[in-house]
């Protein structure tokens, strides 16, 4: 939910710029990114000044007017989002970027910086208020209000939750959501079949929760999960779906299908750790045969048994990892916790480097093949020599001086994009393996603490309960 200000640039745009991009808010100005122009504040500021008065027949150093009615020279964002949406800096610069092409065009000139100086983090974007084809911007209420409501559509796409709804006002109610009240069928179990359908194919909750934003569903992260259906009105919590869709379930019934199930489990070291386990899975099979228990099916459309137990199956399958990897002890798995946490991390802040050297490559070669193609030519109109102008200065700075020149460049960007999918592939293991350990190791205090018979006698007996005061109710409404 980035919170989007607009400010109006009247003078001093090589002043913002400056403080825009400054490396020590910008980790060494890795975390900036440019558009049409280049992201040094005294290129930039060239670049922009040359469109700018082309177009306005102004002066772009003009200083601020006594009467107030200065000329606009550029249009300053700032984008900040809050700490419990957990956006990275790099993800925070992908949103800007996409957001200027969004809002302003491919056309526009643009510096964008991710500031991380701060408490939040925080985008600073700069518009030029010409672009390349001569377009003016403005800035006013309702450019600010199509900022918002641009902002919250790219959040939406890069799996961010979107601040206040600003679209659709007043709009009438869908012919989806017309069929689904005339047939007289479920929100919940049109949610609940979406769910199930992409239980085999994601690795995590957060990966089901991504899927579902990308089929159109709306969901939203509180002290609950609340999931929306395309041309549903209101969201349902998922805890209201059954005890098979809460986040806990949904996690196990994931862990399960990711570890393969009873086929992996060949032999056992008979440590203390599979023992406590081996020794949990017969007590909850028994509670289960016995109906002392909630039923909780690991497949939905099978009926109940000890066999299809949800709980049965989560510790099988984490018997399976424990085994598989030999995990001696708990001391042994937090110690592998902790290592795998740092091996992430690393990796994480190398992929994003990566991907930032690689965007900027990427650039230049696009740039220096425009030069090449359209330099002799002599029909061009203004917004092309603006840009060819811009992809010169980019070149010269980078010592590209022919087209054998750009060969390097391609080959830098080829082993680039090797490093970093190899790089994504080796991520993706890790944050799983570190999943899988994360939901063992919590799994096991309890077991250890002999908290998890108890706590599952206490959910039944909490369900008879509520089960019996729902009778009453029941039995009034029959009558």
């Not at 607009?6 to 710029?17: E, G, I, P, R, S």
């Not at 990114?33 to 003009?62: G, H, L, W």
């Not at 070669?365 to 840009?387: G, P, T, V």
């Amino acid at each position: 939910m980035p919170y989007c200000k607009q400010l109006a640039v009247h003078y001093n745009v090589k002043q913002t710029l400056t403080y825009i991009l400054n490396p020590d808010k910008t980790d060494e100005r890795i975390l900036t990114a440019s558009i049409n122009c280049m992201t040094e504040p005294e290129f930039a500021y060239t670049q922009m000044k040359a469109v700018y008065e082309q177009f306005s027949k102004r002066s772009y150093d003009s200083p601020k007017q006594k009467n107030g009615k200065s000329s606009v020279k550029a249009i300053h964002l700032i984008m900040s989002f809050a700490d419990k949406e957990n956006v990275s800096p790099e993800l925070a610069l992908k949103i800007g970027k996409a957001f200027v092409r969004k809002m302003f065009g491919d056309d526009a000139q643009a510096v964008i910086a991710t500031h991380i100086n701060a408490e939040h983090i925080h985008n600073h974007i700069l518009i030029n208020s010409y672009s390349l084809s001569g377009k003016r911007f403005y800035e006013n209420q309702t450019t600010l209000r199509q900022a918002r409501e641009t902002a919250n559509g790219v959040c939406r796409a890069f799996g961010v939750t979107p601040a206040l709804n600003f679209e659709n006002k007043g709009r009438s109610i869908s012919y989806f959501e017309w069929q689904h009240k005339k047939k007289g069928t479920s929100w919940k179990e049109h949610i609940r079949q979406a769910i199930d359908n992409l239980i085999p194919a994601v690795y995590s909750v957060d990966d089901l929760l991504s899927e579902l934003e990308g089929k159109g569903f709306t969901v939203k992260r509180d002290k609950h999960i609340y999931i929306k259906a395309p041309g549903q009105q209101r969201s349902v919590s998922l805890w209201t779906l059954g005890e098979d869709y809460t986040e806990e379930s949904l996690n196990a019934r994931i862990l399960w299908r990711m570890v393969g199930g009873e086929n992996a489990i060949k032999h056992f070291s008979n440590t203390e750790i599979e023992r406590a386990y081996i020794s949990v899975i017969g007590e909850v099979r028994i509670l289960a045969e016995q109906n002392k228990k909630v039923k909780r099916r690991c497949d939905t459309n099978a009926p109940y048994s000890p066999k299809n137990d949800l709980d049965i199956y989560r510790l099988s399958a984490q018997l399976t990892v424990i085994n598989r990897d030999s995990i001696a002890s708990i001391g042994d798995l937090e110690g592998r916790i902790d290592r795998l946490s740092a091996e992430h991390k690393a990796m994480q802040e190398q992929l994003s480097d990566k991907l930032l050297k690689q965007e900027k490559v990427q650039a230049l070669i696009h740039q220096s093949e425009y030069y090449f193609e359209n330099a002799d030519k002599s029909d061009l109109s203004a917004e092309d020599n603006n840009r060819l102008e811009i992809c010169k200065s980019s070149m010269q700075a980078n010592d590209i001086e022919s087209l054998d020149d750009i060969i390097a460049w391609r080959e830098r960007n080829n082993k680039l994009l090797s490093e970093i999918a190899e790089l994504k592939n080796s991520i993706y293991k890790k944050k799983n393996r570190l999943a899988l350990y994360a939901d063992i190791r919590d799994t096991y205090k309890d077991i250890s603490g002999g908290d998890y018979i108890s706590k599952l006698v206490e959910e039944e007996k909490l369900h008879r309960e509520q089960e019996h005061k729902k009778q009453p109710h029941k039995k009034k409404h029959n009558r």
